[in-house]
C-alpha cells in the first residue's frame, strides 16, 4: 500500500474543505486535499444563478465564479489536489486515513485531519410517501445538475416539493427553460428558503407557494402522471381530508432538506443530536483534538458565505494545533434554550479568539431578541426565521466575562418582544 505523510489532510473540496486548505497552507504546512469527484468546487459547480460571495468577496459571484476563486488560490498557494479518490476508514489510533483510487489502496498519515464532507439530499425513499416510484423523480441537486452541467430536461410538468432554496431556485430554473411548474408545496407554515429567493424564483415567475401542504401520493407506472396534495392543520399537523386534490404533473422535483454527512467520523467524535453533525468548539474542533469539521457536515448553513468563514476558522485552528501541539482543553458546553434549533458551535472555549454563533431559530417572530448567559449578552433582530440563520459575533471582552463569572454552560435564549 502506498504511505503519503502531510501536515494536514482535508476531506472534502467543497466551500469548507478550500477555506479551511487555503488558511493551512498560507501558514507553511503541507497540505494535501482529497476529493471524490473529479473536481474541488463541490454542488458550486452546478450553482449558476448568482448571489455568493457578498460576505467572504464583497461582490455577488455564481457558484462556479466563486469557486473559482478559491480554486486559483489553492494553486497560487501549493495546496496539493488529489481527485477520484474515496475515503474508506479513519484510524484514530495512527491519524491516518485509508483511501482507494482506480490505482488502488493509499494510506494518508497526517497530524491534523479537517472534515468538509458536506451534507446530502434527503431521497424520495425517507419521505414514507405511498405509491409506486415512478420515473420523474428527482431531488433539487439531481435536476440541477440536469439542467445545468447535462443540457437535459428533466420532464415538461413539474412541481416542487419542499421550499428550500434549491428547490426554489429549481422552480425558477425550470420554468426559464420552458417546464411548466405547477407549484411549490411546503408542510410547515412558513417558508424554507430565504425571503428574496420567495420573491425572484416564485412571486417573480407567479409560480404558487402552498403552505402547510405536502405530497401524500405519488401516481404512475414506468413515467409519473400526478401527485396527490393534501393540506394540514397548522398546530396539529393532522391532514385535512377535504383538502386533497390530484395535480398532473411527469416532474417531482424534491427538496425537502438535507443530511450532514459524517459517517466516517460518527462513530469517532461526539454527534449533535438537533444539528445531526460533528460537535464543535469555536476552534472547529471535534472530541478528538485531531480531527477537526467544518461546514455543512456540522450544520447545514443558509449561505455558502458562513460555510467558508467556519472552513477559514477551521483551517487557522488547524495550522495553530500544529504548531503548537494541543489547542486549550477546558469548554464550556452551550445550551438551547428558547426557540433555538441549529446552533454552532456547541462548545466554547473561553480562552480562544472571538468567534460566530450560527443560530437557526425554531419559530418566526416579527421581533425578537437573541440573549446569551442570561442577560450577559443581549441581540435585538427583527423578522426572525427559521429559513435565516442569525450570526452573533463573542467579542474576546465577553469570554473574558465568562471566565470571570465563572459561568460553565452557555445557554442560549430567542424571546419575543412584545
Known sequence: MNIIKTDALVI???????????????RGYKTILIERDNNTGGVLNQCIHNG??????????????????????????GVEIHSNVFVLN???ENKSVITVTSKGMCEYRTKVLIMCTGARERPFGNLRIPGDRPAGIYTAGVAQKFVNLMNILPGNKAFVLGSG???????????????????????????????????QCLDDFDIPLHLSTSVVNVKGKKRLESITLCEFDKETREPLKNSIRDVEVDTLILSVGLIPQNELIEELVDIDCVN????????????????????????????????TLEGKNAGQSAA???????????????????NVGVIT??????????????IRP???MDKARVIICDGLKVVTKIAVKPAEMIDITISSELLKEIRKRGIEKIKIDIEEVK
Open 276 to 307: 445531526r453533525g460533528a460537535v464543535v468548539d469555536n476552534y472547529g474542533r471535534t472530541s478528538k483534538e485531531w480531527i477537526f469539521a467544518a461546514g455543512n457536515n456540522v450544520a447545514v448553513y443558509d449561505l455558502v458565505d458562513f460555510v
Open 362 to 364: 425554531k419559530k418566526s
Open 165 to 199: 432554496d434549491i428547490g426554489l431556485i429549481m422552480a425558477r430554473r425550470l420554468t426559464l427553460e420552458g417546464m411548466e411548474v405547477k407549484g411549490v408545496a411546503e408542510l410547515m407554515p412558513f417558508p424554507g428558503g430565504l425571503a428574496r429567493n420567495i420573491v
Open 52 to 77: 455568493f460571495g457578498l460576505h467572504v468577496f464583497k461582490t455577488e459571484l455564481t457558484g462556479p465564479e466563486y469557486a473559482n476563486l478559491f480554486q486559483k488560490q489553492m494553486n497560487e498557494k
Open 12 to 26: 472534502g473540496g467543497g466551500a469548507a474543505g478550500m477555506a479551511a486548505a487555503v488558511e493551512i497552507v498560507e
Open 345 to 358: 458551535p456547541v462548545r466554547v472555549c473561553t480562552e480562544g479568539a472571538p468567534f460566530t454563533f450560527f
Open 90 to 92: 479513519i484510524d484514530n
Open 320 to 338: 495553530e494545533y500544529i504548531s503548537k501541539g494541543n489547542l486549550p482543553e477546558k469548554y464550556r458546553e452551550v445550551l438551547r434554550g428558547e
